[in-house]
């Protein structure tokens, strides 16, 4: 998945669940700057924090990611 289609999924659902970046951020235990460069898409996640983003945001890891299941 190219990072600006997951930037653009981790805004649309940090927005859909009414967080802010900085309540998000400090639940996920990073700063804003870090969530904010994950939203623009210049910052390469990693599967544990992808992972982690989607349990705050309560959805699943395939729906953060659009992975599809084969």
Do not use: N, W
Request: net charge positive; no cysteine.
């Amino acid at each position: 998945m190219e990072y600006d289609q997951l930037a653009q999924r981790v805004r649309a659902f940090r927005k859909l669940k009414g967080y802010t970046q900085q309540e998000l951020a400090k639940q996920l235990g990073v700063s804003v700057a870090v969530l904010g460069s994950l939203e623009r898409g210049t910052r390469k996640p990693d599967k544990k924090l992808l992972a982690h983003i989607s349990a705050v945001l309560g959805i699943s890891y395939e729906e953060l990611t659009a992975e599809q299941a084969e």
